[in-house]
């Protein structure tokens, strides 16, 4: 069973560029999760889908970011514009169905972002 | 506001002896908790778990025990091996925060084992 993947795994781009970054998460899995890591502090929630519904996304920065996850299949990550503090690792990672603690959450490598 | 508290943010243990790494938590909603093991340049791997109505759950040479009056639970690793050297990460999930496995971190505890 394939695990979590997110693509690209390193990014650098400049201030006020746009970047997107993907994940695909285990096959059969509902639940799909962003979090991110900032200057090796904790890894904080940004948002979490059920299938292609936005469950909760309280933990977004602000609007510059956006997720999808049109067909409840992949999700797409949009930082637009960038932003220096906008730079880190952002983890994706998915769960089975059913709401309720339990289910174990699996996380992918990471997408390293640095803006410059 | 940290909910989840990894309060050493390093340990280093002799080859052979017993890890243990603690984290503390604030919110009494936490009802389900989990251990992830990090290497530099990937994403966390899931360790182990406990459910708050355990108070102990064992998974070969790695133990979580949970104290639910304390807010406190801990993560032995007996015997420690040179693999086990990463950072450690705590975390919790509060099933009433949106009815979702919502997981809140702690900020880490780097274990390096010596030879």
């Known amino acids: 069973e394939a695990g979590v993947t997110q693509f690209p795994s390193h990014s650098v781009i400049e201030k006020g560029q746009t970047v997107t970054l993907r994940c695909d998460p285990i096959s059969g899995h509902d639940n799909l999760y962003w979090y991110r890591r900032v200057m090796g502090k904790e890894i904080k929630f940004l948002l979490h889908?059920?299938?292609?519904?936005?469950?909760?996304e309280s933990g977004m920065p602000n609007n510059r970011f956006l997720a999808e996850r049109t067909g409840g299949t992949y999700s797409t990550l949009k930082v637009q514009p960038a932003e220096l503090e906008d730079s880190g690792v952002y983890f994706c990672?998915?769960?089975?169905?059913?709401?309720?603690?339990?289910?174990?959450?699996?996380f992918g490598e990471g997408s390293w972002l640095t803006v410059v | 506001d940290q909910q989840v508290k990894q309060n050493s943010p390093s340990l280093s243990v002799q080859e052979g002896r017993i890890s243990i790494l603690n984290c503390d938590y604030t919110?009494?909603?936490?009802?389900?908790f989990l251990w992830y093991k990090k290497y530099p340049a990937e994403g966390p791997t899931f360790l182990i778990s406990i459910s708050s109505i355990k108070d102990k759950n064992e998974d070969g040479r790695f133990t979580v025990f949970l104290n639910k009056s304390a807010k406190h639970l801990s993560l032995h690793i007996v015997p420690s091996q040179p693999g086990d050297s990463a950072v450690y990460f705590c975390a919790a999930s509060d099933p009433t925060n949106f009815g979702n496995e919502k997981l809140t971190f702690g900020t880490g505890t780097r274990l390096t084992i010596i030879p």
């Open positions: 919110n009494s909603m936490f009802d389900y």
């Open positions: 990672a998915s769960s089975r169905g059913g709401q309720g603690s339990g289910n174990t959450i699996y």
């Open positions: 889908f059920v299938k292609e519904s936005k469950q909760d």
